[in-house]
């Protein structure tokens, strides 16, 4: 009897180390997609990956902050960052919904490197963001994590991202209007 209950702690025992070592072997996030127009593979991405991805959230919220400033200076430099992010981002995903949208990431980012006119900047920003949108809606704790909230503006039909402790200002706004009275906030949805 005494060898039995030994037995079954033993067992009880290698098994949870088999378990925890399974899981701590894990090298690759998942997370799945939640938009219709995107495809249903999941996204995954390598943890080295969700660095680049922070440095690309680091310039996107300084690109967001001159967007609503209409303030086009400097973009060119913040482009140039993501690109870099976006770049490191590709070469540590080798395959696979990461790699792709860090692709798309630094594609968009080239053309907004090029823009001259705010306009311009707000399609490539919309761009981005759509890339991102993906990502972020079907892991919604790196929203918590990068302390970020995911807006869409039913005028324009664009998503964003903003920090968290911001007040909700579209980036999409156009002409003299400072504002615009038509945003959802899709954070609080999920």
Known sequence: MLKTGLRKKLTCTIFLCVCCLFLVQQKDILAHEGHDHWSNTPITIKKSTVAHLQSVLESYNLLYKKLIEKDIQNIPLLAQNIMDAAQQGVQTENKGEGRYMMEHIYLHAMALKKTE????????FKLISSELFPFFVAWPMQLKQNELKLYYCKDDSGYWFQP???TQICPYTSGESTTCDNIENVTKQK
């Open 164 to 166: 968290e402790k911001n």
């Open 117 to 124: 006119t705010l306009e311009n900047a707000r399609e490539s």
